[in-house]
């Protein structure tokens, strides 16, 4: 059974500093994973979406990797605003016909 | 449409009746879920529709669950006798083709079972 797990669960940073938010997965046969935020009270939004054959993705300030023989990824935020601040979700879809979700990272960027 | 919208945004129902929760994806996009998010749990798969047709079913919590989707747009998640463990918020996503595709969410209805 696949098993997502993200590291650290909260995470209180200044403004400015580069951060690493990660994510572990238990079954290394995915097709894709995905890194989501969440707004407090609101649905999800998609980052960024990883392919099985692709090492890595970026938009903006945002880069994520994938070691699929490893189960990990890691979502890294350079340069970090207040305006970051929100739950991260990495979730990955492989065998079976659902996404599974990882438990979160609730990020603060404070001024 | 702009995005995924659902409706209500809010519910609150007393146990025991049923309600009906609704999705409209986004446009030419074939392939809805349906998720649930408890609070201080992890957002839970229920179900996803390819076209009208959902492949796999044994997502949802219980047979009071049921979801389905017509003309290969709108989808409607219904719980009959609802319980105060249904309390959640209820999302809803959807990708052009299916999983291999970016899932773009709803905003959410929040359902409060009394």
């Known amino acids: 059974k696949q098993e997502v797990t993200q590291i650290p669960a909260a995470l209180s940073v200044p403004e400015g500093e580069n951060l690493v938010l990660n994510c572990s997965f238990t079954d290394s046969a995915i097709y894709n994973l995905q890194w989501f935020r969440q707004d407090p009270g609101k649905g999800l939004t998609s980052l960024l979406l990883i392919q099985s054959s692709q090492r890595e993705q970026t938009s903006g300030r945002l880069n994520a990797s994938l070691d699929k023989s490893s189960g990990r990824s890691t979502l890294y935020i350079a340069a970090s605003q207040p305006g970051d601040s929100a739950t991260y979700l990495c979730?990955?879809?492989?065998?079976?016909?659902?996404?599974?979700f990882g438990t979160g990272t609730r990020l603060q960027v404070f001024p | 449409g702009a995005g995924v919208s659902q409706s209500p945004s809010n519910k609150v129902t007393e146990k025991g009746k049923d309600v009906e929760l609704r999705c409209d994806p986004i446009?030419?996009?074939?392939?809805l879920y349906w998720y649930r998010q408890s609070l201080g749990q992890g957002l839970e798969f229920l179900i996803y529709?390819?076209?009208?047709?959902?492949?796999?079913k044994s997502g949802l919590p219980s047979d009071r669950f049921s979801a389905e989707r017509t003309g290969g747009s709108v989808s409607t998640l219904t719980i009959q006798r609802t319980q105060q463990e249904d309390s959640a918020v209820y999302l809803c996503?959807?990708?052009?083709?299916?999983?291999?595709?970016?899932?773009?969410f709803g905003p959410g209805t929040r359902l409060t079972v009394l």
């Open positions: 979730a990955v879809f492989g065998n079976t016909d659902k996404l599974i």
């Open positions: 446009s030419g996009h074939t392939a």
């Open positions: 529709f390819q076209g009208n047709s959902a492949p796999d």
């Open positions: 996503a959807s990708s052009l083709v299916g999983f291999t595709d970016t899932q773009y």
